[in-house]
C-alpha cells in the first residue's frame, strides 16, 4: 500500500531533515522531529508498534541532529541509525489506519492487513 500524500510527505520532510542538518538547523530539526510525529498521528489511529517506530524515530533524529557541532558534521552512524529507524516506521505506517479526522478530510486509505 502506498502511504497517502500527507502521511508520506511528512516521513519524505523528515528524511529532507535528517540528510540536511548541520549545526545552523539544529533547533529547528530538533522542533521538527516533534512536527512530524504528531501530523502522522493526527490522521491514524495510533498502536503499540506504530508508537514505539514514532519515538524511536524522533529519539534517533534527535540524537543525530544533537551530535553536530561547530567544529564537526552531525555523526554518520548516528544518522544512519536516523534514517533506519525512519524506514522502520515507514514500512510499519502501511498497516496503520486511518482515524475519523483522516476520514472527514477524505483520506480513507486501506491499510496492509497485519499478520
Known amino acids: 500500500m502506498m502511504l497517502p500524500e500527507p502521511i508520506?510527505?511528512?516521513?519524505?520532510?523528515?528524511?529532507?531533515?535528517?540528510?540536511?542538518?548541520?549545526?545552523?538547523?539544529?533547533?529547528?530539526?530538533?522542533?521538527?522531529?516533534?512536527?512530524?510525529?504528531?501530523?502522522?498521528?493526527?490522521?491514524m489511529e495510533s498502536d503499540q508498534e506504530v508508537q514505539r517506530l514514532l519515538d524511536l524515530a524522533v529519539e534517533k533524529s534527535k540524537e543525530y541532529y544533537l551530535?553536530?557541532?561547530?567544529?564537526?558534521?552531525?555523526?554518520e552512524s548516528l544518522k544512519e541509525s536516523a534514517l533506519a529507524a525512519l524506514d522502520a516506521l515507514a514500512s510499519?505506517?502501511?498497516?496503520?489506519?486511518?482515524?475519523q479526522i483522516a476520514r472527514n478530510l477524505g483520506?480513507?486509505?486501506h491499510p496492509k492487513p497485519r499478520g
Open 67 to 75: 551530535s553536530a557541532s561547530i567544529f564537526r558534521p552531525g555523526d
Open 8 to 43: 508520506a510527505g511528512n516521513i519524505d520532510m523528515w528524511r529532507k531533515d535528517i540528510r540536511s542538518a548541520n549545526i545552523s538547523s539544529v533547533d529547528g530539526d530538533v522542533s521538527n522531529a516533534d512536527s512530524h510525529r504528531d501530523n502522522i498521528l493526527h490522521l
Open 107 to 109: 483520506l480513507d486509505w
Open 92 to 99: 510499519s505506517l502501511e498497516y496503520a489506519k486511518p482515524n
